[in-house]
Nanobody, 118 residues
């Protein structure tokens, strides 16, 4: 399984950015997909996840600003980010969780840098 993240870049505070994660396999095979981020000197944290049914979960810090979506036909999971703040600056990682039997397997993309600065 390979996850390819893209869409990062430099954006001004209040701006928007859309991240895309392309999976090498069919994403409907994953129980859950999501985005995590890691800011300099901090631990990796959950940003948003989306399940097979389309149910979503977002961190409190991004609720109302970020939206996660999936396109099973294109095998992609996107993160639409709006009203960006400097504290959103981080490397964003795409993640996929798959259960084979009762054993969980996690896959990670290579990360894409988002910098929010004026």
């Amino acid at each position: 399984v390979q996850l390819q993240a893209s869409g990062g870049g430099l954006v001004q505070p209040g701006g928007s950015l859309r991240l895309a994660c392309a999976a090498s396999g069919a994403i409907f095979s994953f129980n859950r997909m999501g985005w995590y981020r890691q800011a300099p000197g901090k631990q990796r944290e959950l940003v948003a996840t989306i399940g097979i049914s389309g149910s979503t979960n977002e961190a409190d810090s991004v609720k109302g600003r970020f939206t996660i979506s999936r396109d099973n036909a294109k095998n992609t999971v996107d993160l639409q980010m709006a009203s960006l703040k400097p504290e959103d600056t981080a490397v964003y990682y795409c993640n996929a969780l798959q259960f084979i039997g009762s054993t969980p397997y996690q896959y990670w993309g290579q990360g894409t840098l988002v910098t929010v600065s004026s």
